[in-house]
């Protein structure tokens, strides 16, 4: 998963650009780049790291110009330790420089790659698209917006794209839109966004959101869209419920409303009569086990375990060793609380096993009477092929553990899922959305 963020045509163009991707940090933390135009020349600064640390002052004040384009990073395919792995990418289009940030995973890149014969300089699929622009420059179209056109109809997969050129910044999103991509209002110009929380910490007003299969210029004349490709929708139904900021609105859905109604279908599909206390695992649940406990029938909200805040998301830490160190130090449990309550215990998913049991056990600790989980997806039986680093499938708990013995591989006294009809009820237009690692529907 990454984001991306970018400002046209305003004062300070890359300081609100490392502003707006802290504001979707929560979707990568290994990489942030930022490249800036004045109009001709492009600059570009990139680091290992999280935007702050990348972006200190100094950094920022050679990116020059008042448009910018800015990207966060986890990886989805391999890095070789030789190559840049950071993005933006920087490309040349008969003698014109631009430069694309990309969230989302090509499918057929070595494919079109090898039959292209491209020369990358990175091992990042997004330089596919990157080197096809130029060959198409090369071998006869002499306008960028129907080179890039013609490289978007070769790549396959999953594809939110910033294009910045000296003076343009384009917005696309792939035919299935299966990342978001919103665009906003700044102080004069415009800015793009994987996410809508960022808008509110540049002062920016919401516009709308790129269209699945359009391409969106934003020149000193305005926006103008550009349809490209037949839409044929395949959101990810995951940025909703696990993903996503709480404060964004993805694909026209607000998260947190979302998640509380989820929440709400989880506890009428999978009730749990005798329970006390609904309580998240936090971060993502909160608003789901809100959803849960809102009836109380299964149990009052109230969350007692805490995050602490100094540690980054488990999901998105790259090695499972780093990901055991940061589950221990990462919660902590209200024992006054727990002690002699039935705790029914509420997260959006279970991917790896990582952090479920090692819950148990501390809730355990602190004299609950009973724990019930209750998890508001189906279980995920299958990577993601389209910009989530899910692991092999023989690593997915859902494939080593038979459902019905959840309960006694986490210590649990029940496990339950939520059933992929109550999924596809709570969606509007439920075939819009992909749910492949969860049913093994690929597109
Ligand atoms: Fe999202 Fe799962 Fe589809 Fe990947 S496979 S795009 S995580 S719903």
């Known amino acids: 998963m990454c984001g991306i963020f970018g400002i046209f045509g305003a004062r300070k163009a890359a300081e609100l650009t490392a502003i707006g991707l802290h504001g979707i940090q929560h979707r990568a933390v ?14 570009r600064h990139a680091g290992p790291g ?41 490309g040349m289009f008969n003698g014109v420089p631009f430069a694309v940030a990309h969230n989302g995973t090509l499918t057929n890149w070595r494919d079109v790659a090898t039959r292209r014969d491209l020369r990358f300089v990175t091992s990042i699929d997004t330089e596919c698209i990157v080197r096809l622009i130029e060959w198409h420059g090369r071998n006869g179209i002499a306008d960028f ?79 103008e869209l550009r349809p490209y490709a037949k839409p044929c929708e395949h959101k990810c139904r995951f940025e909703a419920i696990y993903f996503g900021h709480p404060a964004s609105c993805i694909f026209g859905e607000p998260v947190q409303r979302f998640r509380i109604d989820l929440g709400k279908a989880l506890e009428e599909a999978c009730p749990c009569p005798g ?14 086990a809100y959803g849960y406990g809102s009836s109380g029938r299964s149990g009052v909200f109230f969350p007692v375990i805490t995050r602490s805040h100094f540690v980054g998301r488990t999901f998105i830490v790259a090695t499972q060793a780093d990901r055991d160190e940061k589950v221990s130090s990462k919660f902590a449990f209200s024992a006054e609380e727990i002690a002699g309550k039935s705790i029914v215990l509420v997260d959006d998913s279970i991917v790896r096993g990582t952090t479920l049991p090692k819950i148990v056990r501390a809730l355990r600790r602190c004299g609950a009477k009973a724990i ?18 899910t692991p092999d499938e023989t690593k997915l708990i859902a494939n080593r553990v ?42």
């Open 145 to 223: 917006h129907a080179a890039l056109a013609v490289a978007l109809s070769e790549v396959r997969g999953s594809f939110a794209l910033g294009i910045l050129l000296p003076e343009e910044l384009i917005a696309v999103r792939d035919p299935a839109g299966n990342r978001p991509l919103s665009i906003g209002r700044i102080n004069g110009g415009y800015c793009i966004t994987s996410e809508t929380c960022a808008l509110s910490n540049v002062e920016a007003e919401f516009v709308s959101d790129v269209a699945p299969g359009t391409m969106v210029r934003i020149t000193q004349a305005g926006l």
């Open 30 to 43: 290994e990489y942030a780049g930022i490249v800036s135009s004045e109009g001709h020349g492009m600059h």
């Open 372 to 389: 019930h989980v209750r998890i508001a997806s189906p279980p995920m039986r299958h990577s993601c092929s389209y910009g989530i680093d």
């Open 275 to 288: 329970g006390d206390i609904v309580s998240p695992i936090p971060d993502s649940a909160t608003f789901i």
């Open 50 to 90: 999280i935007t702050r640390d990348v972006f200190d002052h100094a950094a920022v004040e050679k990116l020059h110009g008042l448009h910018a384009l800015g990207h966060i990073r986890y990886s989805t395919v391999e890095d070789k330790p030789d190559r840049d792995p950071a993005q933006p990418i920087l």
């Open 402 to 443: 038979a459902i019905d013995g959840m309960a006694e591989w986490s210590g649990a006294d029940s496990v339950v899922y939520l059933p992929m009809d109550s999924l596809r009820a709570r969606s509007p237009h439920p075939d819009s959305f992909c749910y492949a690692c969860m049913n093994g529907t690929y597109w």
